[in-house]
């Protein structure tokens, strides 16, 4: 092994390090009560090692938000491979999303970072990534129910917009559900879209 290997994996260590740390930190506490010194102090680390791998607190948890966001969707490409209609993939969708909002223990914390008023184009732009991803999936889930028949859209897009706001809104509106009650709920709007959408358009 070569010392630059043993430096790269030195820095990636002390990097994963940060992250398990901040993370705990996070959940326990929420975005906006985490500071730099808790994640030093957590950590064991110096400002200096913190600010060569991150740029500041807001690049270290949305690397962490990212860094969920890319399991979810290996999770999901790998769900949507039992799932065969359209109608299906669009109700394992919309479980997908409320069992992350149940089970994630950095909502809070993400509900308060996304609420902040950020100085860095960067965070939008990739925010916005994260929000693009959501939206393909839904868009190939309504493409692929024009194809096998679920349902007949001509304005995909705005469809887009309105069925992923519909089921964010129930994960915000009743979080406090069960798992059971959410999914009744879905399937309540899934049919209620559907019927709307084969009776306008």
Same mark, same amino acid.
């Given at each position: 092994m070569t010392s630059t290997q043993s430096g790269a994996e030195k820095s990636e260590k002390t990097k994963q390090k940060i992250v398990t740390a901040s993370r705990d930190l996070f959940a326990k506490k929420g975005y906006s009560e985490t500071s730099v010194r808790d994640i030093l102090e957590a950590a064991e680390i110096s400002k200096g090692n913190l600010y060569h791998h991150f740029k500041g607190k807001e690049f270290l948890f949305l690397?962490?938000?990212? @860094? *969920?966001?890319?399991?979810?969707? +290996?999770?999901?490409?790998? !769900?949507? #491979?039992? %799932?065969?209609?359209?109608?299906?993939? $669009?109700?394992?969708?919309?479980?997908?999303?409320?069992?992350?909002?149940?089970?994630?223990?950095?909502?809070?914390?993400?509900?308060?970072?996304?609420?902040?008023?950020?100085?860095?184009?960067?965070?939008?732009?990739?925010?916005?990534?994260?929000?693009?991803?959501?939206?393909?999936?839904?868009?190939?889930?309504?493409?692929?129910?024009? @194809? *096998?028949?679920?349902?007949?859209? +001509?304005?995909?897009?705005? !469809?887009? #917009?309105? %069925?992923?706001?519909?089921?964010?809104? $129930?994960?915000?509106?009743?979080?406090?559900d069960t798992m059971q009650e959410k999914k009744e709920l879905q399937k309540e709007a899934i049919s209620l879209f559907i019927h709307g959408i084969n009776h306008h358009e």
């Open positions: 690397h962490i938000m990212e @860094e *969920d966001h890319r399991l979810m969707m +290996e999770t999901w490409h790998e !769900k949507k #491979k039992t %799932l065969h209609l359209a109608i299906d993939k $669009l109700a394992g969708f919309a479980e997908l999303l409320s069992q992350m909002g149940i089970n994630y223990p950095l909502m809070r914390a993400s509900e308060e970072f996304c609420a902040s008023a950020f100085t860095s184009d960067e965070v939008m732009e990739r925010l916005n990534k994260i929000d693009a991803d959501f939206d393909d999936v839904m868009r190939d889930i309504l493409l692929e129910g024009n @194809e *096998d028949g679920s349902w007949s859209i +001509e304005h995909v897009e705005s !469809k887009v #917009k309105i %069925l992923l706001s519909v089921f964010y809104g $129930l994960d915000v509106l009743y979080r406090n």
